[in-house]
Structure formats: structure tokens, C-alpha cells
């Protein structure tokens, strides 16, 4: 376990449906993140937290609503999605943004019928 | 903008030889180049992070290379195990981007028995 946890691992919603992506890290970091996951592509970083506070929303669509109550949790809320924002979402952490590597959760993966 | 390219195909190898994986970016260098480990499923797990000033790294069976004439860095895994088979994704981080790391699409490393 790398000590950042993601729920659910799996969601199946319709386009009109209104759903909510789940992180929480357990491992003291200032630093949260979004990364989008699509098949055969590479990551594609979304949002970046630091201390609570939105430092880079990456030209994301408004459909998709980030939420950083506090250093331990993040996130997505998500509305009128479309069949293309199928992927796996990711969510990750680092001690701050400039510290170097991300502890990494196992992702929600997420089909829009 | 920054490109990064990985080996596209997925490469297969004996139990017991080196693998060898290849990372090349195209314009400024990065201040830092990280590797990951990513298992079917999963979220990344960091492996290796190289600064621009170090030309090689280490860590048990596996070792980096940074060349920043060439653009490129090698990820080697020398006696490679079946348990080593995953997706190998490299990072640039360019060190004043406030945690944004740019992913390859990864190669996916099967190693067979």
C-alpha cells in the first residue's frame, strides 16, 4: 500500500448522473492531485493542491469539480459527463509540490454509458 | 511544447537477461527524470528519480541514465524475474512547475519464464 487510498475502484454512471470520486492520504503530505488516465495515453495531470489551496487546473472541463477540504482529502465531483471522460482517474501525493516523486492511489476506473 | 517518447512496441524477454527501456524528450532538459511502475489496475508506484547533473543511478537490479546531449535516459533491470513484467512509465519534472510531472505512455515489460 502506498498509503493513499481511492474509493470507489470502480463506477459505472450514466451521462446525466452526478457522482463523487474519493482520496485520502495517510502519509502527512501538503500536496494532492487529479491525473486523468486514458488507454494508451499517457497521464494527463488535472488539478494540483497545495495546503488546501488550487495551484494548477490543467484547461479542465467544469463538468469536473475538485474539492480539497483539508491536507488529507481530495475530491472529484463529477456531472453531465461525457463517454470520452472514460478512464482511470488517479489520485496522488507528495510531501509539496517540488519535492519529487508522487505516492500514487489505484485509481477509480470510470465508464460513462 | 515538451514531447516524450517511450518505446511504443512492448518488449519481451527471456527470465534472467537485461531489459533495457528508453526514454527521449525533445527540447529544454528536465531538472529531474523520474521512472514508475505501473501493474495492470494500479496506480503508479516511483521507482528512480535522476537529476540533470547525474549521469547514472542505481538501486538494487535496476539503473537509470540521464544523457542530456542525446535527450534521453535508459532504465535498465539487469537479471530480469517474470515478477518484473508491468508498464514502465518516465516522468519529466522541470523542476519550477509546481509538481507537474510530464508522463511517456510507458512500455510494457513482459518477462517471460
Known amino acids: 500500500e502506498t498509503g493513499v487510498t481511492q474509493t470507489p475502484r470502480h463506477l459505472v454512471m450514466g451521462m446525466t448522473n452526478k457522482k463523487s470520486l474519493k482520496c485520502e492520504q495517510h502519509l502527512g503530505h501538503n500536496a494532492m492531485y487529479w491525473y486523468k488516465q486514458s488507454a494508451k495515453k499517457p497521464l494527463e495531470l488535472m488539478f494540483v493542491?497545495?495546503?488546501?489551496?488550487?495551484?494548477e487546473n490543467n484547461s479542465v472541463p467544469s463538468r469536473f469539480s475538485p474539492e480539497c477540504p483539508n491536507s488529507s482529502h481530495l475530491f472529484l465531483h463529477l456531472h453531465t459527463l461525457q463517454p470520452e471522460d472514460s478512464a482511470l482517474y488517479l489520485c496522488?501525493?507528495?510531501?509539496?509540490?517540488?519535492?519529487?516523486?508522487?505516492?500514487f492511489g489505484s485509481g477509480t476506473q470510470l465508464s460513462v454509458l | 511544447s515538451q514531447k516524450i517518447e517511450q518505446n511504443s512496441e512492448a518488449l519481451n524477454i527471456q527470465e534472467g537477461k537485461t531489459a533495457t527501456l528508453t526514454c527521449n524528450y525533445t527540447n529544454y532538459s528536465p531538472a529531474y527524470l523520474q521512472w514508475y511502475r505501473q501493474d495492470p489496475g494500479r496506480g503508479p508506484v516511483f521507482l528512480l528519480l535522476?537529476?540533470?547533473?547525474?549521469k547514472e543511478k542505481r538501486k538494487e537490479r535496476l539503473k537509470v541514465t540521464f544523457d542530456t546531449t542525446l535527450k534521453q535516459s535508459l532504465f535498465h533491470i539487469t537479471a530480469s524475474q517474470p515478477a518484473d513484467s508491468a508498464t514502465y512509465l518516465c516522468a519529466l519534472d522541470m523542476g519550477n512547475q509546481g509538481g507537474k510531472l510530464i508522463f511517456g505512455q510507458g512500455t510494457e515489460l513482459s518477462v517471460k519464464p
Open positions: 493542491y497545495n495546503f488546501k489551496e488550487q495551484t
Open positions: 535522476i537529476r540533470e547533473n547525474e
Open positions: 496522488a501525493s507528495s510531501p509539496t509540490p517540488t519535492t519529487g516523486k508522487l505516492f
